[in-house]
C-alpha cells in the first residue's frame, strides 16, 4: 500500500470520528449547566462543541475569565456573554475556537491585551462568524480582540460581526493584531476608541 492510500486512509478515519457537545442549561456563572462547567469539560478532552440554546439562558455574566486550551465551537444562538467590567472574558491559549451567534460585553483586560478575548499563544486561532462586541476595553491593544501571539497560518477571522463602543488604551479600539494574523469580512468595525478602530503591528496580516 502506498504512503499516499495509508494518508487518505488515515484522513477518512480523522473525519468518522464523532465530535460531542455539552449543553449550556443555566445561566449560573459556575457549576453544572454552566459555562464555565462546560469551556472545563471542553479543556479535559469530554466535548468540543458547547451549545447555548436553552430557554433559561439569555445573558450569562461572567465572574471569571474562561480559558480555551482546546479545539471547540461555541454555538451561542443569540446568548449574550458579559462580564463585570474587572477581568476579559475569554482568553485562547491553545487550538481553534469558533463562536458563533454570541454578543460580548462588560469584559476588561485591566493588564493587557483583549478586553473581550485574546488570542494569546501561537497555537491559537479563532473564528468569530454573526457576533457583536460591545462596551469591552483593554489597556493597551485591542478593545473587543486581540491576537497577541496568534498564528500566522491560521489565521483569526471575523465575519458578519459588529465591533463598536469598546476601548483600547494604546491603539485599535476594537481589534488589533500585536503578533499574528486577523482578517475580516463584511463586518461593521467602528465608534471605538483609540487612535485606530483597528490596529495591526507593520508586519502582521489584516485584511478585509
Not at 164 to 177: F, H, K, V
Not at 184 to 195: A, P, Q, R
Request: charged residues 15%.
Amino acid at each position: 500500500m502506498t504512503k499516499r492510500v495509508l494518508f487518505a486512509a488515515f484522513l477518512a478515519l480523522i473525519a468518522s470520528l464523532p465530535s460531542y457537545a455539552v449543553d449550556v442549561t443555566n445561566s449560573s456563572p459556575e457549576g453544572a449547566g454552566s459555562l464555565a462547567y462546560a469551556v472545563q469539560q471542553v479543556n479535559i478532552g469530554a466535548d468540543n462543541t458547547i451549545n447555548i440554546n436553552h430557554p433559561n439562558v439569555g445573558t450569562i455574566t461572567l465572574t471569571r475569565e474562561l480559558t480555551l486550551e482546546s479545539d471547540v465551537t461555541i454555538n451561542g444562538n443569540g446568548v449574550t456573554i458579559e462580564g463585570t467590567n474587572e477581568r476579559r472574558l475569554f482568553t485562547i491559549t491553545y487550538g481553534h475556537a469558533v463562536f458563533n451567534d454570541i454578543t460580548f460585553t462588560g469584559g476588561n483586560a485591566a493588564s493587557g491585551n483583549g478586553g473581550a478575548v485574546e488570542v494569546a499563544n501561537k497555537s491559537s486561532w479563532a473564528e468569530f462568524y454573526n457576533c457583536t462586541f460591545f462596551g469591552n476595553s483593554a489597556r493597551d491593544y485591542g478593545g473587543a480582540v486581540c491576537v497577541t501571539e496568534g498564528s500566522n497560518d491560521d489565521i483569526t477571522r471575523l465575519k458578519h460581526c459588529s465591533i463598536s463602543g469598546n476601548t483600547a488604551g494604546i491603539d485599535g479600539g476594537g481589534l488589533a493584531a500585536v503578533s499574528g494574523g486577523l482578517r475580516v469580512y463584511s463586518s461593521i468595525i467602528t465608534g471605538n476608541k483609540s487612535s485606530y478602530d483597528i490596529y495591526a503591528e507593520q508586519s502582521q496580516s489584516l485584511s478585509s
